[in-house]
């Protein structure tokens, strides 16, 4: 499974950006995945997950600002990312597994990132 993130760049605070993510190589349709982030000096956290189903989960941190959704035509998923703060500068990831492992760092199937630098 590869997958590819874009979308990432710098935005004023209180803006928005969506992150995209194609995959491949995979049974996309099969795969719960996530978003995460990692900031300098800082461990990498979960930010968003979305299960086959397309049942999702937050972190506190951005939930009613962030919104992640895919589009199995595309086997694409994204990360809306609205009313962007100074804290949310990271670089993002995203994940796959055929796994449930929600916001749990423990995903085979990494991207590379986008960073996101709110300013």
């Known amino acids: 499974v590869q997958l590819v993130e874009s979308g990432g760049g710098s935005v004023q605070a209180g803006g928005s950006l969506r992150l995209s993510c194609a995959a491949s190589?995979?049974?996309?349709?099969?795969?719960?995945m996530g978003w995460f982030r990692q900031a300098p000096g800082k461990e990498r956290e979960g930010v968003a997950y979305i299960d086959k189903a397309g049942a999702t989960d937050y972190t506190y941190r951005v939930q009613g600002r962030f919104i992640i959704s895919k589009d199995p035509a595309k086997n694409t998923l994204y990360l809306h990312m609205n009313d962007l703060k100074l804290e949310d500068t990271a670089m993002y990831f995203c994940?796959?597994?055929?796994?449930?492992?929600?916001?749990?760092?423990?995903?085979?199937?990494w991207g590379q990132g986008t960073q996101v630098t709110v300013s």
């Open positions: 190589g995979g049974t996309y349709s099969s795969m719960c």
């Open positions: 994940a796959a597994d055929f796994y449930a492992f929600n916001l749990g760092n423990f995903y085979n199937y």
